[in-house]
């Protein structure tokens, strides 16, 4: 997480951001990845331990493109967001902005370092601490530069405010425990849990909006928008429209009691059929992190059938289809 590096993360300022890049993230996982493997795993940050790195890794070594107009603006805010809270006197704001602007410096180092390329960041990690004390790659640099401090915040913030946290929510969990026992379900946590709901319309500013939308309703949607961004379709649904049975369901909505991390969740019908994929919930659906209601809160799915007709008809991925299916 980029505010993992925050050098003032501690405070009433602890939200902000002293380097909102993606390529500084790239570079101090790659300083810590070499000093924290050198170490006996136990002894690790703990996104470094062994059961983690593979995880770690496939970040780490993405193809995802890295837009450095987008990178040196974000940065460069950071960064004078960094000097106007710390000030310019202080020392380590000095040592990152190396007597230029926030957008200069910011420029230099985005466009200094060859961190966008893949290739570059896997050489460096097999390299170990060696190739990274080595390494003139501005970023890299200003990552070991960082990192001392950083690690320092970290700590304080882990004994000062994490860890109290963690005390104080166990003594709350057994107090509702105490006093509700088993007629309210707990919190979520990493654990296996179902949720259960209706497939159900509902309304929002007086218009009755339906349980479910077909593939239809995307051509539809954009030709409403005038097939501009973000309401066009690609050339490929365009090119194969005509192939499509357009009546077929695409999204449907449910009161299933979702929160932040059920994304990808299956949803299963009532005969343990996989019925759709959850993806999302719709705005009024908030109000689930403090209450459940059903009234108008709805996650969203995107529906099995949509699924396989897109996967045979638009992508011809008939033995995907196959394998999902288990048919030929």
Known sequence: MRGEYNLF??????RAQAFNSDLFDIAIKLVRLAEETSKPNGERLREYSDARLD???????????????????????????MAEIMGGDNEMVQMVLAGKSPRDRAEELIHGTALKDVAVRKRLAAGGLKAI?????????LARTIDPESRRIRQVFEQQVDEPQRQAYGKIANARFALYGSTVYPDATFTLRLAFGEAKSYVEGGEKIPWATTLGGAYEHAAAH??????????????????????????FV??????????????INRRGELVGIIFDGNIESLVLDYIYTDQ???????HSAGILEALRKVYQANQLVEEITGKK
């Open 226 to 251: 005038n097939y501009k961004e973000p309401f066009e379709l690609p050339k490929i649904w365009n090119d194969r429209k005509s192939q499509l049975n357009l009546s077929t369901r695409f999204n």
């Open 55 to 81: 995880s770690l890794k496939l970040q780490l070594f993405s193809d995802a493109p890295i837009y450095e107009d987008l990178e040196t603006v974000e940065l460069a805010d950071s960064l004078g967001m």
């Open 133 to 141: 004390q080595e390494s003139n790659d501005p970023m890299i640099q």
């Open 254 to 267: 449910s009161t299933a009691d979702i929160i932040g991390g059920n994304s990808g969740s299956p949803v």
């Open 296 to 302: 108008t809160a709805r996650a969203v799915a995107v």
């Open 9 to 14: 993360a501690i405070g009433p300022q602890r």
